[in-house]
């Protein structure tokens, strides 16, 4: 399947809510290896579904561990547990580019999701993955890793990464692109 194309901020549908995934099918899953195949043309760790346009409750994660290809598909993800203990992180976003900023998260999670064939399941995450499973889970929220910040800071940052991408513009995927 084709690459997706990435919504760019500022854009209202990071602000907008995903809604569940009724039935885990071979559309979903299809949809799934797109935003994987994004996710690798982009080499990020990992993307939510408002990210390309998607207000479903799918993201998605690999962190290449020691290079190797792990991915993991949360679809209708819960975290119900996350622990007192915080953790600074810097993050960015490949929506957001040019831009970065230390966000403070717990450092331990656990969620429970339906996988990539629609199975139950539950994991237990900390640290850097914890950070990135947790910045996921906020896109289908409407909140970024922006929202975080104060209100001056956050602006600040919205108008840097506005100014990066008009002087360099994103590449928007299309008919004549060769991926």
Known sequence: MPVLSLVYAPNPIFKQQATPVETVDDTVRATIDAMFDTLEYEQAVGMGGNMVGLLKQIAIV???????????????????????????????????????ATIQRPKAIKLRYLDYDGN??????????????????DYLRGVTFLDYLSKMKRDM??????????????HVHGAGCRH
């Not at 940052?157 to 994103?170: A, D, F, R, S």
Request: glycine content about 4%; charged content about 25%.
């Open 157 to 170: 940052l919205i108008k840097k990464t506005q100014k990066y991408q008009k002087e360099h513009p994103p």
């Open 62 to 100: 690999d962190l290449h561990p020691d290079g190797v290809s792990s991915p993991y598909t949360f679809i209708n993800p819960d975290i119900y547990w996350a622990s007192e203990e915080m953790q600074e992180q810097e993050e960015a976003s490949i929506c957001f580019p040019g831009i970065a």
């Open 120 to 137: 139950p399941a539950e994991l237990e995450a900390e640290g850097y993955f914890a950070c990135v499973i947790q910045h996921e889970v």
